[in-house]
């Protein structure tokens, strides 16, 4: 329905019906022979509705009886032409409809742009992201430090320092790319690296706040970021050939426990004849059995138990073990703050893969108050059902004191290679003679060498005799013979120093030994 008011009142408007009327528009009265007449609006019209493709033209005559005309489009037309006319003539509607219209514009150009990066960052670029506590992330930024002509340009430092006893200090200073964005050329290809800093979000694992590194190339194919990643992980790996790595508790994580330590020799720890081999011979087939245990539904780990009295070398000899089957060892301590059942099933589950799990001085541990961990939950940690098995897991356990383990933590399936590292016997005390004074090599012509090691083995042999079995440790030998290094003839001569630090030893020992019954029988 359109309305048509004076606004209209000096236009005419074209009124087209099939018969003639007498109209009254609040006077004169019109008349007309022909199918079209005109009316002049000169007054204000009372009441004009338009309905229909033609239209009505609805009026009131003067005794109030309503009329009907047929209306052609020459209204709708000169009455729209008119309104957009007047419209259009305000200024002050013109410019705010051009306001209108251009701010319409830009938000529709803003988000179309929005579209078109979107759509091509979906289908024309690639991206992979490093969370600051995967390893990755300290072989990406370890090796885009050291690549030459990188064009990183803004970087921040990163300085690991480190003090040794005897005062000497070690530092090495590492330019890494800082926080916003790079870039790095990689096998002909522009790659950006974006490194963010989180200011309120914490690493639980590492006290510091949480990163990450976000990797962006044109592209579909992410065979470009594993080159990368494989790349930045041989380099920084290779700094680590010939070491093993020690990883200790710290809360519900792993920690680094300083530097890799190069890989000890297994025959520098001299163990009793035959036990040594009998080690490694059954924890290198368990290592190559991972199918035999999977195919009988096996569970794949397997513990062992080394116990005898201290400095036997029972931690010297797992460390050197660890680095003849390429493995790292990760300490667990039963006594430290904040440890219990759950943190202990936990580490246990997520321990790096390829490690020997190290579990020092287990008596210690059981003992009532010197531990958050229960015996239940060391023993559903070691085979329970959310043990986990890994690729293969060892287990280590070391005590002097077997006597005090309970022996439902010892039994087979926990403990599957008990092996007992006692005093030193005349096979070890040969051994560590021979250790510190070798055979000597066949280029040292200026001697006859044949008859110096025949020398050293007889004297060797004498040694042995002097000592007897189960007397003295190895790790007492191991500081007898520091001292006297400079010859074997020495070292034999000064062999009863051996014998009297024994019965010292001995004596001491049997002392509180006494004290401390006395004290139970009070």
Avoid at 493 to 501: D, F, G, I, P, T
Wanted: charged share 20%; proline share 4%.
């Amino acid at each position: 329905m359109i309305r048509i008011y004076s606004l209209f009142s000096q236009k005419q408007c074209q009124i087209t019906h099939s018969k003639t009327k007498h109209l009254k528009w609040n006077s004169p009265t019109v008349k007309s022979t022909s199918h079209t007449f005109k009316v002049g609006l000169k007054k204000p019209c009372r009441k004009i509705s338009l309905m229909g493709g033609g239209g009505k033209l609805n009026g009131l005559e003067q005794g109030g009886t309503p009329i009907t005309t047929n209306l052609g489009d020459g209204v709708v037309s000169s009455a729209n032409s008119g309104v957009l006319s007047t419209l259009f003539s305000n200024p002050l509607f013109s410019a705010g409809f051009g306001l209108l219209g251009v701010g319409t514009g830009l938000a529709l150009l803003r988000s179309a742009w929005k579209y078109i990066l979107l759509y091509g960052r979906r289908n024309f670029l690639i991206s992979v992201e490093i969370p600051s506590r995967d390893k990755s992330f300290g072989w990406f930024m370890e090796w885009t430090s050291s690549r030459e002509g990188s064009n990183t340009q803004h970087v921040s430092v990163e300085t690991n320092f480190t003090q040794f006893e005897n005062g000497e200090i070690n530092t090495k200073i590492q330019l890494v790319p800082s926080t916003g964005t790079h870039w790095i050329k990689f096998k002909g290809k522009w790659i950006q690296v974006e490194r963010v800093r989180e200011k309120n979000v914490v690493d639980m694992t590492s006290g510091n706040l949480w990163e990450s590194v976000t990797l962006t190339t044109i592209g579909r194919s992410r065979k470009i970021f594993e080159e990368i990643l494989e790349e930045a992980k041989t380099f920084c790996t290779q700094k680590e050939e010939g070491t093993t790595v020690i990883y200790t508790s710290a809360g519900g994580d792993w920690r680094r426990f300083g530097f890799p330590r190069k890989r000890r020799p297994l025959n520098s720890v001299i163990l009793d004849e035959g036990k040594t081999d009998r080690i490694l011979k059954d924890a290198q087939e368990f290592l190559n059995a991972g199918k035999w245990y999977i195919d009988r539904g096996i569970p794949y780990r397997r513990g062992y138990l080394l116990f005898g009295p201290p400095g036997t070398g029972k931690s010297s000899f797992i460390m050197a073990l660890a680095g003849r089957l390429n493995l790292n060892i990760c300490i667990i301590s039963l006594q430290s703050k904040g440890i219990s059942d759950d943190v202990l099933n936990h580490l246990l589950n997520i321990a790096p893969q390829r490690s020997i799990l190290l579990l020092e001085d287990i008596d210690v541990a059981m003992q009532k108050g010197m531990s958050g961990v229960t015996l239940s939950g060391l023993l559903n940690a070691l085979d329970g059902v959310a043990a986990t098995e890994g690729g293969g897991r060892i287990i280590f356990m070391t005590t002097n004191h077997i006597e005090k383990l309970p022996p439902v933590l010892i039994r087979p399936g926990r403990v599957d290679v008990r092996e007992c590292l006692d005093l030193a016997t005349t096979a070890q005390l040969k051994g560590m003679f021979r250790k510190f004074f070798p055979p000597l090599e066949k280029s040292d012509a200026h001697l006859d060498v044949e008859s110096e090691n025949e020398r050293t083995n007889d004297m060797a042999l004498k040694f042995s005799t002097l000592i007897p079995n189960g007397m003295v440790s190895m790790a007492q030998l191991q500081g007898f013979f520091m001292r006297y290094k400079e010859s074997p003839e020495l070292a034999l001569s000064k062999a009863q120093e051996l014998l009297v630090a024994s019965d010292s030893h001995l004596e001491k020992k049997s002392n509180i030994e006494e004290l401390h019954k006395n004290s139970l029988l009070s």
